[in-house]
């Protein structure tokens, strides 16, 4: 009988496949103790071993910037800097020379060590840095004790696998070849985990947060990947593969009829534009994005830059990522999101004692506030960007109009500074806000008067509404964006915005769910922003519809009183117009 287990999905897209559990195991590490004449030679092997492993992976960074991009490279940055880092190799090197332990054995210790340290405590950035060191842990053992290079696969055959582990590694992803690994399935990790990032650059469906996953399967098994839903079938029944051959073949005609669609603009049947926009995670993405049909970005979100670095982004390398993503959409808005750190997302450089409930925590624009050595040389940046294009600047979270004042306070000095300097920039940027919280939305009016736009991030406003975790998969069901406490937010900011004269944009996933634009639209929202991969698909579902029949199914849906009814007034409202099966939305629609 087949097994479904829901997880949350990580990067798009599809796939059937044998299962291939991942063997990535730290080795026995045998106990032993060392004559005295040979621990300096011991030291030495550790030292020699530890450079033999540094090289490789430096090798495995330089395939990936040829294949992926520079910045995706960076990724393996701090797994480097950790084979040079002092708590990693003097410790090691203190237990082989007072203990007398051979390198491997003193070398797990000291990692066991360094885990237990950081395993106190529950942030995702530290838990992603836990597992680049059992990556380098796995490697650097493997060679102390001499054992053959661990296999992550077989590579004779070329039938289709779909890896099934307790987590990934950069470095195993890095080498995954897409024609081969067709699949991922993982119990840990989140979408912004190193490897999930590299998944979605190499175009290989992955679903993450399965917990249990790696105990449920067996080497061999059949299984469906279904990176849109975040789902994996194990050994699927005939009636599931129908299913799944069927959505593959919808999904790939889609693709077919999705690349001409690109090309046509965003109307509606009945001629009302709708400005469609991209979400980015990394500045490689746009040019992706533009061939996709982006008009613009209407989110470039810019913790690439911290996540997993251990020292500051600097100004410079900031300004041509800016920069590139600016050129690359000529006289079109680019929307640039002040860091977003803290919730899931924590660089090592900040230092940050765990926190009770980082979701309600230092996050965003509080971070960037207390933290004016991060915060002004990424407006420095933006600044300099605006030289290049019709930059805005978007910040994150926000709750109260002084943190917009402090803002533009900031700006106002680093718009001196660059002047002094003699560095150009141009002053007719925009500075608008991120509606996330109930709080934003209540008081938009009152916001409104110091922005010149509004987007609204639904993602977290969901969350903060109904007071359900974003990531947490087992609540997936409470998650829902048409809770009609969401909707007559929507149409509050909205309202407002339209009242103040704002532009109004939702860059939340809910734009990208067909019940969700049809929504949106229907409340006169003028601009979407949706993944760039959704592009295509999002542009399919504006030209399907009336404006008239989204503004009415709108109404209808403010007066229902459950989900349940403001789902069934938008799917009736869009009629046959959309085959709703074929989208990734879980949103109470029924999904084979
Ligand atoms: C949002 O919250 O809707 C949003 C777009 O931002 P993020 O998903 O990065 O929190
Ligand atoms: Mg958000």
Request: with cysteine; proline share 5%; net charge negative.
């Amino acid at each position: 009988m087949s097994v479904t287990l829901d997880g949350l999905p990580a990067s798009e897209g599809i796939a059937f496949g044998k299962v291939h559990l991942l063997n990535w195991a730290i080795p026995d590490v045998p106990h032993r103790t060392l004559p005295l004449d040979e621990v300096e030679a011991e030291v030495e092997r550790f030292h020699r071993t530890r450079a033999e492993v540094k090289a490789h992976l430096e090798r495995i960074q330089s395939e990936a910037a040829d294949r992926l991009g520079d910045m995706e490279a960076r990724i393996f940055d701090p797994q480097i800097l950790m084979l040079d880092d002092a708590e990693v190799v003097d410790g090691t090197v203190q237990y082989i020379a007072e203990n007398r332990l051979p390198a491997s054995r003193a070398f797990h210790w000291r990692m066991l060590e360094l885990q237990h340290l950081w395993r106190r405590t529950s942030n995702p950035m530290v838990l992603d840095r836990l597992n680049d060191l059992e990556d380098l842990q796995v490697r650097l053992l493997h060679r102390l004790l001499e054992l053959p290079d661990p296999q992550a696969w077989e590579d004779e055959s070329t039938e289709p696998i779909i890896i099934v582990g307790r987590n990934l590694t950069p470095s195993l992803t890095v080498q995954m070849d897409p024609a081969r690994v067709v699949g991922i399935a993982t119990d840990q990790g989140t979408r912004t985990s190193h490897w999930a990032i590299l998944a979605r650059s190499l175009g290989i469906p992955a679903v993450v947060g399965l917990v249990h996953a790696s105990r449920s399967v067996e080497e061999g098994q059949d299984a469906i990947v279904d990176g849109r839903v975040g789902r994996l079938i194990i050994d699927p029944e005939a009636r599931d593969r129908d299913v799944f051959e069927d959505r593959r073949v919808r999904i790939q005609g889609w693709e077919e009829e999705l690349a001409q669609i690109a090309r046509l603009d965003p109307i509606t049947l009945d001629g009302h534009p709708v400005a469609l926009r991209a979400n980015l995670d990394l500045p490689g993405e746009s040019v992706r994005a533009r061939e996709h049909g982006a008009e613009g970005v209407g989110l470039f979100r810019t913790e690439f830059l911290v996540v997993g670095r251990s020292s500051m982004p600097q100004e410079e390398e900031q300004y041509e990522a800016y920069r590139h993503v600016a050129e690359t959409f000529p006289n079109r808005a680019v929307f640039i999101r002040t860091f977003d750190l803290g919730g899931d997302k924590f660089p090592m450089f900040l230092n940050m004692p765990a926190e009770e409930n980082p979701f309600l925590g230092w996050r965003a624009i509080r971070v960037c506030l207390d933290r004016l050595e991060l915060f002004r040389p990424q407006l420095r940046a933006i600044l300099r960007a605006t030289a290049h294009g019709d930059i805005r600047i978007l910040l994150p979270l926000v709750n109260d109009v002084e943190e917009i004042l402090r803002v533009r306070e900031l700006l106002g000095e680093e718009e001196a500074r660059l002047k002094d300097e003699g560095i150009p920039f141009a002053s007719s940027y925009k500075l608008g806000i991120l509606v996330e919280t109930p709080a934003a939305a209540l008081d938009a009016a009152e916001l409104a008067r110091h922005c010149d736009f509004f987007s609204i991030g639904t993602n977290d406003l969901v969350q903060y509404t109904l007071a359900v975790d974003r990531t947490n998969s087992r609540l997936a069901e409470l998650y829902n964006p048409f809770h009609p406490a969401v909707v007559r937010q929507l149409h509050q900011v909205a309202r407002v915005s339209h009242a103040a004269g704002i532009e109004v944009s939702v860059c939340g996933e809910m734009a990208a769910n067909p019940l969700g634009t049809f929504l949106l639209v229907g409340l006169d929202i003028g601009a979407l922003s949706v993944a760039w991969p959704a592009l295509p698909e999002v542009k399919k579902v504006i030209r399907s519809f009336r404006v008239e029949d989204a503004r009415a199914a709108a109404r209808r849906a403010l007066a229902a009183s459950t989900s349940a009814d403001v789902t069934r007034c938008l799917a009736e409202g869009l009629g046959n117009a959309v085959d709703l099966s074929a989208f990734s939305g879980r949103w109470s629609l029924s999904l084979p």
